[in-house]
């Protein structure tokens, strides 16, 4: 089980110390991992597979050039093991290898038919040897009985062969054919006398009956004994039905013979015999197909199948039924599989159902066809005629779009997204010819004019267009797209410039603005930089739901409609939107203008500004405003209502009302603090003279579109509301400074307060003034200088009892005040207070 060697490794000169090299053998164990046992029926024979007896060594190294060899040490007693050679020759074996069992040449076949029982065992012992190992004293059984299910035998019974018989003739079914004697092998052998077997039809036959002496077997009586088989034999007649086949199921069992004849509850087997059915050639073939035809491609080749040609005959099979051609085909030729450059002119059915017959067009766009017979040899043929449809070779666009340049190339490629074909024909080569040329332009391959190309110039991206007049922003070419095959005629690929310019997208404007056009929402910067001029823009289609207008500088109307305008006049915020709409609650109008963008050496541009109109809603607006001066008047509140309805109005109080957010207040406490305060007046989005407004609308989720309206009625009565509270609280604020000019004589106090409403200004007393203001709310008609002081007038009550300001001699020091701003007087302030947020702050 070990050993091994010494050696000495040398060079020639010097020796290396000597070594053992050791070798350990491991001991070989064979072991017999499967041994199931089989089922034979009596009188068959059954595989000794590998799922039944499997041996196998530890050595799994070296399986396959191992042998594993069983030695039969005890045959078995009713049968024979024997091994299956070529052609199902057999030889008795007593010795086998794994491999056999493996590839099921070993069988087993049962041999003792004469002294039967219902079932009983057998078996053989063996040995299993893989030299050196070997394994002692195994066995194998085997049982043998009727119960056994053996695909090879469909029937439990001796005999259950079924039989044949000609179309419309008789079969004599004897012992030979039904025998269900071996039932008796259950009973014991003294008791067979007393039993016999009997037979219950329990299906008839469907194409015949089955007479037994006089009779027909029928529902009422359809039993019979197997006696009966047994001396005169039962008869089936067939009707004479083109049927192929026909069966009939019945049921056997023991019953005694001093009893009728009952089939019991249990104990029975049933099966079924077979009939076979040898057809009379007595019917002539039929055609099947209603109309015989082939659609194929102009210059394929297309197989035959039984949807385009069939033929039935129940008396023969399809190898019987033989086609002739008569007149050959004038586009072409019949072929089979096996040799498709060779006409043929006979086939038959079998060759359709297989696929093995072909047509072979020649390549020409006519349609043909081809006159046959067919016959099953016997009756006289039938005459067809054989359509032969062919569909010409077609050439398919699978893209056609626009070519696009942008605004500033002079040239683009044309790629497969452009411009693609595909053919249903041979051909590999799809080409394209220009038929009529671009107008503002030319086609290059590789930097040279062309008048065509193929598809893998354009695939490899070779082909150009160039355009070199830059008069017109679009441009076309006409092609003829052609194959070997085929043609494409009348192909248009339209050339379209691209403006150079970034468009806002989702923009939604309220009904009744004026919008301003910022760079944000039409930007054509980068053009303006490439070309070095101020791009221009050309109303080409007018906006649906409003117009275009111009601020003007002076003059008694304060907008100017408008067909053109330029990037410098966006860059000014001259250019206006006037959106006018009817639209309800929830809903929404899309719009657009269409304009042509032009600069210098470069071609124009058809472009477009779309965006959504919104109802109106004050709450959307978020304004900072940047003006000369600031004024309310009760004059100027009322105009704004009547101006919102007319749009009519003079310069003076057009820019004391668009340029003020007028707000109102809700929830005042009893020191007048707003708590909330939203926007009351539908506000042109404008600017006259040195002043600008810039207007950030909020979007809100609207609904579909909507038809436009006229007016809305709460235009007139909410501004007319916020009159009415304005004057009150001016009349508050009046009512609040007498009083406390009459307490002035009361001696001072100091109290705190809780600016819990408001941000607070850090002060360094830790008391009020006991200087009372007096206020004054008059117009203030010159502008006010913002390096003078910072003031306005108060447009809420104070918040406290006086009113601060840094340096404004009419008010008094330490105190605070709610106030809107004069806007140039807020960029004053905030500089010196960072504390300034929106238009309205703590000074």
Known sequence: ???G???????????????????????????????????????????????????????????????????????????????????????????????????????????????LVWSTQDSFSFTISSPPAILENQKFFITISYEIEDPNRPTRLIANTGAFVLEGGKLHIDKSKLDASNLLIRLPESQRAAYEVWFQVTTLPKHGVIIVGDRNITKEKPNFSQYIVNKFGITYAHNGAESPTDNFTFATWLNLKSKSALKPDNDVVEEMFNITVIPVNDQPPELKTKQPMLKLLQG???????????????????????????????????????NLKESIQFFTQADINKGDLWFVQDG?????????????????????????????????LVNKTNLVLVQGQTFTTITTSNLAATTDGTSTVISFEIVQPPRFGSILSNDTPIASFDQKEIESGRVTYHMTNFNSSQDSLELVVFTSESNLTGQILNITVKPLVNVTVGLKIPTGLKYTLKIGDLNATELANLTSSDP?????DAPACGKLVRRKMSGKDLYEDIDKFTHGDIEARQILLDVDANVTDQEM???????????????????YFTYSVVPYDATLLDSSTTVESFTITTTSLLYTTLSHEKRTTSSWLTRNITEAPIRRFANRNRWGNPKEYESTLS????????????????????????????????????????????????????????????????????????????PQVPSPYTERSTTIPTVTVTPLTPPLKPKEYCSASPLFPPRHDHLLTNSAPS?????????????????????????LRNNQYWV
């Open 536 to 540: 221009e823009y050309y109303v080409v």
């Open 300 to 338: 394929k080749m297309v197989a035959f199948g039984p949807e385009n040609l069939n033929v039935e005959d129940l008396d023969n099979p399809p190898e019987d039924i033989v086609y002739t051609v008569i007149s050959a085909p004038n586009n072409g030729f019949l072929a089979k599989l096996g």
């Open 811 to 835: 008010f008094g020091s330490d105190q605070k005040i709610w106030l809107q701003m004069d806007p140039e007087m807020i960029q004053h302030c905030r500089k010196t207070n960072p504390t």
């Open 364 to 396: 020409s766009p006519r349609s043909g066809v081809f006159y046959f017979s067919v016959t099953d040899g016997k009756h006289k043929p039938l005459y067809k005629l054989f359509n032969l449809d062919v569909i010409p070779v077609s050439i398919t």
């Open 589 to 607: 109008i899309n719009d657009s203008f269409a304009f042509m963008l032009k600069a210098d050496n470069v071609p124009p541009a058809l472009g």
């Open 1 to 3: 089980m070990s050993g």
């Open 683 to 758: 506000l042109d989005v404008v600017a006259t003279g040195p002043a600008v407004k810039e207007t950030t609308i909020k979007q809100p989720t609207v609904g579909p579109k909507a038809e436009p309206s006229q007016s809305n009625p709460l235009s007139i009565i909410i501004p007319l509301v916020i009159l009415g509270v304005l004057l009150l609280t001016i009349i508050f604020i009046v009512w609040f400074l007498i009083r406390k000019r009459k307490a002035k004589k009361a001696p001072p106090h100091v109290r705190s307060h809780s600016y819990s409403m408001v």
């Open 5 to 115: 060697f010494n050696f000495q490794v040398t060079d020639g000169l010097n020796f290396a110390p000597r070594q053992i090299f050791s070798i350990t053998a491991r001991t070989l164990v064979i072991s017999l991992e499967k041994n199931n046992g089989i089922g034979v029926f009596p009188g068959m024979r059954r595989a000794i597979s590998p799922e039944v007896l499997k041996s196998v060594t530890n050595d799994q190294s070296d399986m396959n050039n191992r042998t594993i060899t069983f030695q039969v040490s005890s045959p078995p007693k009713h049968g024979q093991i024997i091994k299956l050679g070529l052609e199902n020759t057999t030889t008795e074996v007593t010795s086998f290898t794994q491999s056999m069992v493996d590839e099921g040449m070993i069988w087993y076949e049962h041999k003792d038919t004469e002294a």
